[in-house]
Structures are given as C-alpha cells and as structure tokens.
C-alpha cells in the first residue's frame, strides 16, 4: 500500500510540472525514473531446516545413485535398406539391486504395449545412472505374475550402488515414505508422502493380483514405475508399479508399490535362472493370434503334448493335422483349479505365482473342452515312483 501511495504522489507531481503534456509522456517519464532504482533484491535471512527436511535431502543424496533410466528399445529393419535402427517404446525407473550390476524394474517397462495388453519384451534396454552415463542392458529374468524384470547392465563396478533393503511387513499406515523415479522422464524427481493403506491387491496386465501392496499419497506417475519407494531411513520398502488415474492422466494420489518382501523373494530366483520355475506340466498352446487363425478364440488350444508327462498320462490330446493338413482340434483348456483361463500370458502368470506363495500341489485339475463336451482332466505333477528292480538272490560262491 504504501508503495502505490509512493507511485501515485510522484505521478501526480510531474502532471503538476506539466500540465500541458499528454498522460503517455507522464508514464514515460515515470517509467525512466523509476529505472534507475534497478538493482537486486537484497536476500533474507534464510530459517535453518527442520530435521524432517534434513533427513528427507540427506536420504535423498543417499539413494540418488542407487536409481537409474531405463529405456526401452526394439529393432526396426527398413524394408527398402534394410537397414536396422532402434526404436524407443517407452522409458521407467529401475534401481540398482547388487554390486554385480543387476538392475530391478517393472516387467511392463520393458515390454511392448498395444491396446491395452502386453505382448512381447522389448529386444534391448538402456540403463543411464545418475552420472548421467548410459549403458547397454540385458533383460535376464522376468516375472508375469509379480510384473518384474531384471536387468543386466553392461556398465563399470565402481558406479554400482546397491539400494539398502528394508522390511514390508513391520511397516504401518501413517509412516513417511520417499518415491524417486523419472516421471515424463523427468530423471531423479522425489516426491514425498505417507503411506495411505496396506494389504492392497493390485492387478497386472496379465490378470493376476499382486497381494499385500503398498497404497501410498506421494505422486506417482508415467516414468515413476519401477522405481523405489523408500522409508524414512532410506532403506527400499516397495517398487512403485501402478496409480489410479482419471482419463488417463497423472496421479491423483493413490498410488501403489509391489512390498520388498515380495521382491526379496522373487528377485533372486529371477537373477538366478531366469524366470520363476512353475511345476512341469507337459504341454503347450498356441498363442492367442495362432489360435484366432485357425478360428479358436476361446481358452488356450493344446498344441503339444511331451512324451511321458503329466499331460500325456492325463490323455491330454494336442492339436494334430489329417491327411489333407487340415488342423483337427484336440483339447481346449477352459479353467485352470476353477480360475478362468483367458491367455497363455495369464496362465504362466498363474503358475508363477501359485509357486512363489508355496501352493503349488501335487494334483491339478483343468476344464476342458473335447468334442463339444466340457470334461475334467486331472494332472499328477508329481513323478511317479519308478517300480522296484527285480534282483535275482545272490549265489553262494
């Protein structure tokens, strides 16, 4: 107010000098003479940080090289020069899992996406660390089921930063989490908050539930999946994979994270073998598009069926060719223990995570169609005993 007091005493003064002169000419003179008072703001005196402050910069500064840019790429061949280039499908976070160089993201990070529904790995990643170097990465483990991938990056040992590890299972709603990922592919952004519940099930792209996840208000958006969320130590207490949008736009503040437990369970076996092992059944099926080719949309088509086998003992029956080629349908899986099959995808995914929880059995039992009728087939997984070799009595010598 009483700037604009100021102003207006000293307009008025120069209309009083020169009454004869137009407004425009007043406004010019007062514009130059106020110029000359330009010069920087002094700067106030700063307030010392709050412990919370100093501990959510000091976690930050911590964990920063522990998170990495991954960036998604396929193999594009011009049909005409057949030269190959690389395309980008899309870009994550991911974090650094151990000091051999294992990365840990999102399987939907690096996977391409059409309509909805995830349909193949990409053919090779990119990995940038927080010093801003790039390097080449490898998917070497995958999990449908939990919607993680692990990376191999092709980079020196001495930028490896291993994330600290915490527990999910002690945590409690109210408690202050830290998220850090690359939202939009803003690299290294931290957004702070609480966590909001527990014990959430959060759906994947392959129709399976991720149990006892982690709903938290920090922000989470596009470019935040696969990175970390942290606890107030610093320490990893869940992997930041999916938000509740509204038409398809950023966060609105609920948020979820996949729980440590979970990865520190899944993860090593990932990094140890590739993938998680589901028990062996013994057949395969066509893919969805094989399947819709030959006029099957419904369930998964029975293509193969392994000699000796838990199918093959079943009297699973695969698809076959008549004399002619024709395709003469064999077996349609239709549930899997009561679960709708709806694809192969969902089905390995199923597998995946009945063998991770520990409730895999011995004997499983599947709809199935088979010559117009709906049938149930039972599979004994467990291999049976071998019979006994007859030994004929040794001879006295």
Known sequence: MIRLVLITLTALALVAQSPAKPPASVEDAAIQRFRAHARPRPVAPAAPLSAEEKNIIRRFKEVKPSVVFVSALLKNRDPKTHDITKISTGSG???????????????????????????????????????????????????????????????????????????????????????????????????????????REIATGYSTWILNSIQTDAAINPGNSGGPLLDSGGRLIGMNTAIVATRGEGSVGVGFALPVD?????????????????????????????????????????????????????????????????????????????????SAGQFMAMLEYLAVVGLSKDEVVFDVLRDGKIIQVTLELKKPRAPEEKRLPASSI
């Open 262 to 342: 979970t990865l520190n369970q899944v993860v090593p076996k990932l990094i140890a073998k590739g993938r998680i092992e589901p028990p062996r059944m013994g057949f395969q099926v066509l893919s969805a598009y094989d399947a819709q080719q030959i006029g099957y949309a419904r369930g998964l088509v029975v293509s193969e069926v392994e000699a000796n086998s838990p199918a093959q003992r079943a009297g699973l029956r695969p698809l076959t060719r008549d004399a002619s080629g024709r395709y003469v349908l064999g077996d349609i899986l239709l549930s899997y223990q009561g679960e709708p099959l709806e």
């Open 93 to 199: 976070t991911g974090f650094v899992w151990d000091e051999w160089g294992h990365i840990v993201t999102n399987h939907h990070v690096i996977s391409v996406e059409q309509g909805g529904k995830l349909l193949t790995d990409v053919d090779e990643v990119e990995v940038t660390f927080s010093n801003g170097k790039t390097y080449k990465g490898r998917v070497i483990g995958t999990s449908y089921a939990y919607d993680i991938a692990v990376i191999q990056a092709f980079a020196p040992a001495e930028i490896m930063h291993p994330i600290p590890i915490g527990r999910s299972l002690t945590l409690q709603v109210g408690q202050s989490v830290l998220a850090i990922g690359n939202p939009y592919g803003l690299d290294h952004s931290l957004t702070t908050g609480v966590i909001s519940a527990l014990g």
